[in-house]
C-alpha cells in the first residue's frame, strides 16, 4: 500500500497534538477524516488539503454515529483511528465533586469506547491500528491530577485488554505516552485552576494544589515538546509493519525510567519533602 492510501481517523483534532497530527500527516499525503466539536474548527479544517472534517463530539453517539456512516459512505475503508481528545480535570481527591470523575471519565475513557467501537468493523476490515494517546500520567500517578491520571491509567488497561483481544484479528493496538507537550491543553489548565482554586478556599489542599498546579502549569508552557513532535511519531507508527505496544515520547526519558523501577515509596518520600516546605 502506497502511503496516499492511507485513510486515518483523528478525534480532538480542532488544536494541539490532534490538530498537528492532521496538518503533518495531510501534508505527507495520508487522507485525514479529522474530528472536531465546533463549526469554526471543521470549516477551518476542511480548507486543508487531504482533510475531511467531522463533527465528532465523544459524548454524543449520533455524532459518531453519523461521522462513521459518513466515511462509510467514502467507501475508503479506514486504516487508522487515532484517539487522541481528551481533557483535563484536576484537583485535591478528597475535595473533588463525583462530576468532575464522571466528566473525566465520560470523555478520556467512555467516549473513546464509543468511537473505538464504532469504528471497529472498518479497522477489523482493513486489519488496522489503533492508536491511542495516552500520557505520561498513564503509569505515573501525580498528586492533585488524580481525575487525570486514572483515566489515562484507565485507558493503558483498556488499551492492553484490547491488544490482546484483537491479537488473532490483525487489528494493532498502540499506546503512545507523551510527557509535557505545549498545547492549549495548559491555557484551559489555568481556566480550571482559578475555578479550583475558588472552590479550595479555607481547604487544606489549598496552598499545595495552588503552587502544584501553577508549577505544572508553567512548565508545561515553557517546557512541553512541539505537538509536531507526537505527530512525526505518529506517522512513524502509521508506517510500521510490526510496531512496539507503547512510546514513550519525551526529553527526560531516564526519569520515566526511574520512575518505572524505583520503589512507591522513594518517589512518595520527594512528594513529601516538597509538600512539607510549601505547607
Ligand atoms: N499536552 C500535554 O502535555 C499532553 C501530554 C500527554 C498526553 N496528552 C494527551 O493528548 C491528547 C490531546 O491533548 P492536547 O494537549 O492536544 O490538548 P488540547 O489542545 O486541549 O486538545 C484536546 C482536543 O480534544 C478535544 N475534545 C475535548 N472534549 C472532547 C469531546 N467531548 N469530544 C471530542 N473531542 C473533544 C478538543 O476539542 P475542543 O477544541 O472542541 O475542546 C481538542 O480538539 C489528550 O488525550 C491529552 O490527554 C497531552
Not at 23 to 33: N, T
Not at 41 to 58: G, P, R, S, V, Y
Request: with cysteine; charged share 30%.
Amino acid at each position: 500500500m502506497t502511503i496516499s492510501n492511507y485513510y486515518v481517523l483523528i478525534t480532538g483534532a480542532s488544536s494541539g497534538i490532534g490538530r498537528a497530527c492532521a496538518e503533518l500527516l495531510a501534508s505527507r499525503g495520508v487522507k485525514v477524516y479529522a474530528g472536531a466539536r465546533k463549526q469554526d474548527d471543521i470549516n477551518k479544517l476542511n480548507k486543508i488539503e487531504n482533510i475531511i472534517a467531522l463533527e465528532i463530539d465523544l459524548t454524543k453517539q449520533d455524532t459518531i454515529d453519523n461521522a462513521i456512516d459518513y466515511i462509510k459512505t467514502q467507501k475508503t475503508g479506514l486504516d487508522v483511528l487515532i484517539n487522541n481528545a481528551g481533557i483535563t480535570r484536576a484537583g485535591p481527591l478528597m475535595e473533588l465533586p463525583i462530576e468532575d470523575l464522571y466528566e473525566q471519565f465520560e470523555v478520556n475513557l467512555f467516549g473513546l469506547h464509543r468511537i473505538t467501537k464504532a469504528v471497529f468493523p472498518l479497522l477489523l476490515e482493513s486489519k488496522g491500528k489503533i492508536i491511542m494517546i495516552s500520557s505520561d500520567s498513564g503509569f505515573f500517578a501525580t498528586p492533585f491530577f488524580g481525575p487525570y491520571c486514572s483515566s489515562k491509567f484507565a485507558l493503558e488497561g483498556y488499551s492492553d485488554s484490547l491488544r490482546r483481544e484483537l491479537l488473532i484479528f490483525g487489528v494493532k493496538v498502540v499506546i503512545i505516552e507523551p510527557g509535557r507537550v505545549n498545547t492549549s491543553i495548559w491555557q484551559k489548565g489555568e481556566e480550571l485552576l482559578k475555578i479550583l482554586l475558588e472552590r479550595l478556599k479555607g481547604s487544606i489542599f489549598e496552598k499545595i494544589a495552588k503552587e502544584v498546579g501553577e508549577y505544572a502549569i508553567e512548565k508545561g508552557k515553557t517546557e512541553g515538546l512541539n505537538p509536531r513532535e507526537i505527530a512525526k511519531l505518529v506517522y512513524k507508527i502509521i508506517h510500521i509493519k510490526e510496531p512496539k505496544t507503547r512510546y514513550l515520547i519525551a526529553p527526560d526519558k531516564l526519569r520515566y525510567r526511574l520512575i518505572k523501577i524505583l520503589p512507591d515509596k522513594i518517589i512518595d518520600k520527594k512528594f513529601e519533602k516538597e509538600f512539607k516546605k510549601i505547607k
